[in-house]
């Protein structure tokens, strides 16, 4: 079955430093692959996504490449600041499903 | 600033009773989706619901709860009767299920359920 293996947490980071969040997958086809992101008391937004190979997804200053002969696609951001603190959830879909699987979360506490 | 709605955020009960929980998709969504998020077992999914029609409902305890679409705009998500286990934070999402953002989903704020 499809599986998502997120590097635990929390990721303690001064502001301005650099993050990565490491996520790796295991899936039968060729998935699509997430980044979302909950903040506390509220639900997950998506951050960014890559739906083949070599894609990379950006926002906000937040990158992740689609790397398939690795099975990974990890998070990066330059310079993080304290408003990024939160949880950040990997995910994949397999194509012709709709629905997600996660990752169990990183919680990442930035601190001015 | 379309988003998903649910209610209720908050859910406090005792074990045995009925909880229903509902969500609003986004207009023009055709998928919607429960997901149940715990500190044990993070965000798994219950079911999953394309033109109203159920596809996935594997991910459900099918003896104690069940998932409708009544119409385009409502989904309803039962637990009959509830048990202590079943207190985790239920989200719906719903996603447009075509065009570039065919595959992204939409997710409400959640409903916290707390079972006594």
């Known amino acids: 079955g499809n599986s998502v293996t997120q590097m635990e947490g929390p990721v303690t980071l001064s502001e301005e430093a650099f993050l990565t969040i490491n996520c790796t997958y295991t899936a039968t086809g060729y998935p699509s692959l997430f980044w979302y992101v909950q903040y506390p008391g509220e639900g997950l937004q998506l951050l960014l996504k890559a739906t083949k190979a070599d894609d990379k997804g950006s926002n906000k200053g937040f990158e992740a490449t689609y790397r398939k002969e690795t099975t990974s696609f990890h998070l990066e951001k330059g310079s993080v600041q304290v408003s990024d603190s939160a949880v950040y959830f990997c995910?994949?879909?397999?194509?012709?499903?709709?629905?997600?699987?996660f990752g169990s979360g990183t919680r990442l506490q930035v601190q001015p | 600033d379309a988003r998903v709605t649910q209610t209720p955020r908050d859910k406090v009960t005792e074990m045995g009773q009925e909880v229903t929980m509902r969500c609003q998709p986004i207009l023009g969504h055709n998928t919607v989706f429960w997901y149940r998020q715990t500190m044990m077992q993070g965000l798994e999914l219950l079911a999953y619901?394309?033109?109203?029609?159920?596809?996935?409902d594997s991910g459900m305890p099918k003896d104690r709860f069940s998932a409708e679409m009544p119409d385009a705009t409502l989904a309803t998500l039962k637990i009959q009767p509830s048990e202590p286990r079943d207190s985790a934070v239920y989200f719906c999402a719903s996603g447009p299920g075509a065009g570039s953002s065919y595959n992204e989903q939409f997710f409400g704020p959640g409903t916290r359920l707390t079972v006594l």
């Open positions: 619901f394309r033109n109203r029609a159920p596809l996935d």
């Open positions: 995910a994949l879909s397999e194509p012709g499903r709709r629905a997600l699987t």
